[in-house]
């Protein structure tokens, strides 16, 4: 079965760094886009930053200039750097990413298990 797995979170303080990494695993033939999401209290899931099986990215206004999505493709994982933290980043992030299944040759969007990350002092 065709999996994400996402690992990374946790507490820092204003201004520290973390680094997010996500992992699928299972039956891929490929994968197009991936993708991370952040969800705070209270708020609506949004898209923090993607990037194609190509290299290009595209990311929030918010976090441009601090986050860095990276993929590496031989190893089906993706990674968001996070630099320069605010306490509004707090959020559970998700990861998210467009699998072709080598069984069927057909694409699922598939969804991470949620990894949180607190900005506090």
């Known amino acids: 079965q065709v999996q994400l797995v996402e690992s990374g979170g946790g507490l820092v303080q204003p201004g520290g760094s973390l680094r997010l990494s996500c992992a699928a695993s299972?039956?891929?033939?490929?994968?197009?886009?991936m993708r991370w999401y952040r969800q705070a209290p209270g708020k609506q899931r949004e898209l923090v930053a993607r990037i194609t099986s190509g290299g290009m990215t595209i990311y929030a206004d918010s976090v441009k200039g601090r986050f860095t999505i990276s993929r590496d493709n031989a190893k089906n994982t993706v990674s968001l750097q996070m630099n320069s933290l605010k306490p509004e980043d707090t959020a559970v992030y998700y990861c998210n990413a467009d699998v072709m299944q080598l069984a069927t040759y057909t694409f699922v969007e598939l969804w991470g298990q949620g990894t949180l990350v607190t900005v506090s002092s």
């Open positions: 299972g039956g891929i033939r490929s994968i197009s886009a």
